[in-house]
């Protein structure tokens, strides 16, 4: 445990291989693709793949109901030794469809109780279920934001859902921005664990992702994500289309290298699929596909 960590905290990351590079080495952790519908649009996204926030975009994860999603994790559960967390992080966003989410949560807590249980989101939703969040011992929760300031979030969003109707502009991203930092805040009130993850896109929110770091220490995020864009035209995104091109590595290692005495960083992040399985950087997801996992469990 490092000296200037509490044991509260230690017990919430020592086996969760996201939150503590070390248990990377030794735990597993799995995804259940429960949410396939999603309330904002995000340029670097293709609706009909996975999110891209936290999850690799372009790859198609099959989409499971809470009971399909049960099975999927007592099987892996009995094949996966090490496995460690059930997370729910797409295809769309886990806090929009929450009945689905809430679902598959009570039914995993209810079969593997020492399982934890983690979930991503873009965070417009997630106010609203916080509360929900902290009585069903959700200990990590991960919020993909790019921006602080609306305007550079007007390039990244075109549009948000939001109590029954579309915003788009510069009210769309300041909606967003809202909700992200008011869940932030209630997140780090109860105890929970709050990773906040960065799309880096070069020319839109790199330099500005330093700014974003300050303002997500400030609020009691945990670890701060930042991934680099992935934009492949094949994917038919909007940055896809526009030619946005990724950063090199060399420029996501220096952006790192200028946030290190902010949030603490996390460096080993693989951006699993909705559907992954297994040790980072390990995919054993089609091994437990539905038709390979059996109809009931006893
Ligand atoms: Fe999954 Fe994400 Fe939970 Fe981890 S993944 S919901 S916090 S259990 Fe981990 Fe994968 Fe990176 Fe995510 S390496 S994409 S950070
Ligand atoms: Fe796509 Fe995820 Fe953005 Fe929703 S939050 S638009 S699913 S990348």
Redesign the pocket.
Known sequence: KPDDMDPATWEKIKD????SEEA?HYFA?M?VAVAPACNIQCNYCNRKYDCAN???PGVVSEKLTPEQALRKVISVANEVPQLS?????GPGDACYDWRRTKATFEKVAAEIPDVKL???TNGLALPDHVDELARMNVD?V?ITINMVDPQIGAKIYPWVFYNHRRYTGIEAAEILHKRQMLGLEMLAARGILV?V?SVMIPGVNDEHLIEVNRWVKERGAFLH?V?PLISDPAHGTYYGLTGQRAPRAIELKALQGRLEKGAKL?R?????RAD?VGL?GEDRGKEFTLDHIPDAVS
């Open positions: 969760h291989p996201c939150y990377h952790r995804h936290e999850s690799r967390v059930v997370g729910i992080a983690c979930i991503s990590h991960t990773k993850n994500n991934m996390m080993h992040c693989r951006q699993c992954a980072l």
